[in-house]
């Protein structure tokens, strides 16, 4: 999505038309956008070239350019009546999504599909330091943003002096507006699955590393090791393993020694499966974090469990709350913790492997 110069502003440019109901008023002029947009003639010429070849806008010589609102007098594009929500992840420079952010992406868009609002998934391309002109320019109504850099804030913070901004699956940190879950509470509630099944050895697989760092993650196993502490005491020793780790070569070591029970995230649910195949653990009862793992191809490893990590409320409410804040100024807005929930997904026994 990093759009060349002349396309986001072909992107402006179009929006500005769909807001624009007057055909006998000229739009700023092509020395006006340079000066707003800091690009060459040269790039706003080349954008303004395609939408007239496209019949969107109408030159008049010696007047300017106007919009052909016959063209798009019944399209559903004509944006007047609908909210337009900007939708930005992590710093907002994000091109590239992997099957967890493509998986909250399209549920995200299947909750405005509900609404009178459209989305832009958006990639900023600008310099550091511009992300607040270039979110501008795109005149959004509201923003969310999926898990949004520390380095955000500050721009997060202006921007919210004239739109809604909802944060959406950070760790929860009091955000004034923000739609998330408990990270910790959650961790304990996996954990307590394990434990009311009499099983006293589960290996964590999937903690932080130095090479990924995660609040979220960070707080879901602070949550695992508490429940653990309070069950059996401090003393009792739980195996955590990083997401970087060679996970065949602890289940071949003596450390994986009587181990009833595998706790996984998602993201690595793959090669857990494919690291016990073989082993005296292939039959352990597993647990994953969300309903975004992947089956590796030519094995067979079902979960006897999930952790509705990331409940459809989380985004149904999000996107509720943002539109009712584009509607209404006095709506309160405010940090919403959603209730997570183990899933069963097959009969799971505490049976000890030795």
Known sequence: MNLPKYEKLRQYVLDMIFRHNDSDTPIMSEREMCRTFGVTRTTVHQAIKTLIQEEVLIPRQGSGLYVNTQAYRNSF??????????????????????????????????????????????????????????????????????????????????????LPVCS???????????????????????????????????????????YFKSREIDLFLDGWKSAWRKKYGPSHKIPVLRQDEDFRSFFNSKR????????????VFGAVAADIRGTPFETCPIMVDSDNYRQPANISCTPAAEIVLYPGTVFSVAVENLIKSVENDSFKQEEILVETKIKELTEAKGTKNE
Request: glycine letters at 8%; charged letters at 25%.
């Open 168 to 210: 959406l699956l950070n760790a929860p940190e009091k955000d004034r507006f923000a739609v998330t879950v408990d990270f910790f509470k959650s961790g304990i509630i996996a954990a307590e699955w394990y434990i009311g099944r009499g099983m006293k050895k589960v290996v964590y697989i999937g903690a932080s590393s130095r």
């Open 77 to 162: 594009t004509r944006f007047n009546d609908v909210h337009k929500i900007l939708f930005l992840a992590s710093r907002g420079h994000a091109s590239f999504f992997d099957s967890w952010y493509s998986n909250v992406i399209s549920k995200v868009c299947g909750e405005i599909s509900r609404t009178n609002s459209c989305i832009n998934l958006c990639s900023l391309t600008g310099e550091p330091g511009s992300e607040f002109e270039e979110i501008m320019m795109y005149r959004p109504d509201a923003i969310l943003w999926l898990r949004p850099d520390e380095q955000c804030r500050a721009v997060i913070e202006k921007i919210r002096e004239s």
């Open 256 to 267: 994986a020694a009587g181990l009833d029970g595998i706790f996984c995230h998602s993201h």
